[in-house]
């Protein structure tokens, strides 16, 4: 279910970082709420690491939190996984190649969906680098748990940011209607 995901990070021959950060630097300038978790995705490795405790509460699994990225997609109930799935796949298309003009930091991709065990997650993601061969490196994700506050209907998804006109068209010609759309909507 999830080879497509790999496979978008893997098919690439990554290059150097032209900067480094660190992870404090990153943690301090984001406000982070008891119902939020922040993590960031090492898209060479294909994995992802918490920069929050309570990453595992907010999606509500329990034991050990594993560092791959498919972890991050085990909680969301199965109506919402198909469209969630394809969401990420869509987004990676559209933020992997830094050409493309995505702003780190600046413009975000959202989605609303639900949880096996019926939260509500706002899920916001970022590219964070690009590498010196202008794939993304480092991304950064925030999931809000926003159940109290907004009553589910459907997945959802939004675009946020000075470029969030051409990431609502990159995400247009790129996605599959057919796995985003319940078939009711179709």
Avoid at 12 to 28: A, C, H, N, Q, V
Avoid at 51 to 67: F, Q
Wanted: glycine share 4%; net charge negative; proline share 4%.
């Amino acid at each position: 279910m999830y080879d497509r995901i790999i496979e978008a990070h893997t098919v690439r021959e990554y290059g150097s970082l032209p900067t480094t950060f660190l992870i404090d630097d990153i943690k301090s300038r984001y406000s982070i709420f008891p119902n939020e978790a922040l993590y960031i995705i090492d898209c060479e490795q294909v994995q992802f690491e918490p920069l929050t405790d309570n990453l595992h509460k907010i999606i509500g699994i329990d034991g050990p939190m594993r560092n791959d990225i498919t972890h991050l997609y085990e909680h969301i109930a199965d109506k919402n996984i198909n469209a969630a799935i394809q969401w990420v796949e869509t987004v990676l298309s559209c933020a992997f190649d830094e050409k493309e003009g995505i702003t780190p930091e600046v413009d975000i991709f959202r989605c609303l969906y639900l949880t096996k065990d019926q939260k509500v997650i706002l899920k916001c993601t970022t590219p964070l680098a690009y590498d010196s061969f202008g794939n993304m490196r480092y991304s950064l994700g925030k999931l809000i748990d926003v159940t109290d506050l907004v009553p589910f209907q459907h997945f959802s998804y939004s675009f946020l940011g000075p470029s969030n006109q051409k990431l609502y068209e990159l995400f247009e010609e790129r996605k599959d209607v057919k796995h985003i759309l319940s078939n009711r909507e179709i």
